[in-house]
């Protein structure tokens, strides 16, 4: 009875997910975007919300700042030391698409200035001149530290060829790894103060009066009704050739802490205004939209919850054993969703189908797999809901059979099987050998000797007869 029972929880279990279909549709058929790629995830927990082709290389352009911002962060202690602007920095970009140059050469400027020059108005030259001062006036060093920085971060389809973005053929990323980035990037100190400022005043220097820069990245320009949303901070914004518009953002509200990175969107008359708008912001703002009105922290599983049964062996208590989330979980889903939208499933290389006892209340058997339209948003480890005692004569009995068919075992028993063997016919070979040696000792005196005696007694004169005759003949010494 109890193993149909057991039998009986296990199909149910099983077959119960088929009848359950989710209320809502995944989230990229909802977030379908013309940009060529896209990643929207939580800066709270990692969760990814819509990905599309995050894994693909592409140009970055200016989002390259992002990288030499940091770089320029983690090695420089005091941001207000002073740097004169070198005229190589700026000569390095005549000829190119550049924007014009707001720098001047011999300008004195701190590490600071630069740096809100290079976020804010997005100024190629303040990238060579920030690369050259951290490199030691070597900027090809300091594009080999960035290369170095993305890759002790984790990033694998990265690489660097100049500081500020412009378009080259061995430069590129993805946004995978862009997502990398920024996570390191945010949590900086001065890094989001100096990319979330949308005007910034360049004060008066040694070549230039006062100095008014706007920020590049539209979304958090409220002059920009098209792209501003208003809960937008940074990060930074770019557009080249190769790259096409480009984003990096980051948006909080309610709690929710996001980031959106939109590569290679066009720029498309969406009014028919005859202006074409930068999708790479209005698909940033609808991406968060959405997010904000749809997405929930919900609770999707909890340690009330059986999700599935194993059975026990060695045991005469009980002949299965349920399986529970070793913790509560919560994750990122769309509101409305209730029970039937998330589906709890086992793995099956990781959950055994039989165990044997003792079984531990809370001790680990398995993993299971917590997914939401078909796509796996967490993963929880499986535990056991109860004790399961041992019963010592099946365990000594499968003790033994466990030894006995064991390979070592039995590579054991094969072993002294072949020494036996091995043995006996040694032994009876050495046993031959000492019959043919003893024989070869006793056939002379039992056969042949009697016979080679009589001829050689036959062959010997007579010892006596010999001795007569002489004396027969020996003279007397008398005449």
């Known amino acids: 009875m109890k193993r149909f029972i057991s039998l009986l929880l296990t199909v149910l279990i099983f077959i119960s997910p088929a009848f359950i279909l989710p209320v809502s549709a995944n989230y990229n058929s909802e977030l379908d975007t013309e940009a060529d790629i896209v990643l929207l995830f939580s800066l709270d927990d990692g969760t990814v919300i819509f990905d599309k082709n995050s894994n693909k290389k592409t140009a970055m352009a200016s989002l390259t700042k992002i990288i030499t911002a940091v770089v320029v962060l983690e090695n420089c202690e005091n941001l207000e030391q002073k740097i004169t602007v070198p005229e190589y920095c700026i000569s390095l970009l005549r000829g190119t698409k550049s924007a014009p140059a707001v720098l001047k050469a011999d300008e004195e400027l701190t590490v600071r200035q630069l740096l809100y020059c290079l976020m804010v108005k997005s100024a190629n030259e303040s990238a060579n001149i920030l690369a050259d001062y951290i490199g030691g006036g070597n900027i090809e060093k300091f594009v080999a530290m960035m290369n170095e920085f993305v890759a002790s971060i984790g990033c694998t389809d990265t690489h660097f060829e100049n ?46 009066d006062e100095r008014n820069f706007y920020n590049s990245n539209w979304l958090i320009n409220a002059n920009y009704h098209t792209y501003y949303y208003k809960y937008v901070q940074g990060i930074k914004a770019g557009t080249t050739e190769k790259a096409g ?52 922290l919900e609770k999707i599983a909890d340690v009330s919850q059986i999700v599935t049964v194993v059975d026990v062996k060695l045991s005469f208590d009980a002949d299965h054993v349920r399986l529970i989330p070793a913790n509560d979980v919560t994750a990122l889903v769309p509101t409305g969703s209730d029970e039937g939208s998330v589906l709890i499933q086992p793995i099956e290389k990781e959950t055994p189908k039989q165990i044997n006892a003792p079984v531990k209340k809370g001790e680990v058997i398995g993993k299971a797999n917590i997914l939401y339209a078909d796509s ?20 000594i009995f499968h003790a033994i059979k466990v030894v006995v068919t064991s390979p070592v075992f039995i590579i054991l028993v094969v072993l002294a099987s072949i020494i036996g063997i091995s043995y006996l016919f040694m032994l009876r070979k050495q046993n031959e050998k000492n019959m043919k040696r003893s024989e070869g000792r006793t056939r002379p005196v039992m056969y042949s000797g009697a016979k080679n005696l009589k001829n050689i007694n036959s062959k010997q004169p007579q010892k006596k007869k010999t001795t007569a005759n002489t004396n027969k003949k020996r003279p007397t010494g008398k005449k």
């Open 376 to 395: 796996v948003i967490a993963t929880v480890d499986l535990v056991a809901a109860e004790d399961v005692s041992v019963n010592v004569f099946l365990w």
């Open 245 to 296: 518009c480009c984003v990096v953002s980051k948006a909080s509200k309610d709690g929710y802490n996001y980031c959106c990175i939109i590569l290679n969107a066009p720029s498309k008359d969406l009014n028919g205004d005859g202006t074409k708008e930068n999708l790479a912001f209005t698909e940033s703002k609808r991406l968060y939209k959405w997010v904000f009105e749809n997405i929930r």
């Open 163 to 208: 500081p500020h973005g412009l378009d080259s053929e061995n430069q590129y990323t993805t946004a995978k790894d862009l997502a990398l980035i920024v996570k390191h990037a945010v949590n900086l100190p001065s890094f989001m103060e100096i990319c979330n400022t949308n005007k910034y005043t360049l004060e008066k220097t040694n070549k230039s």
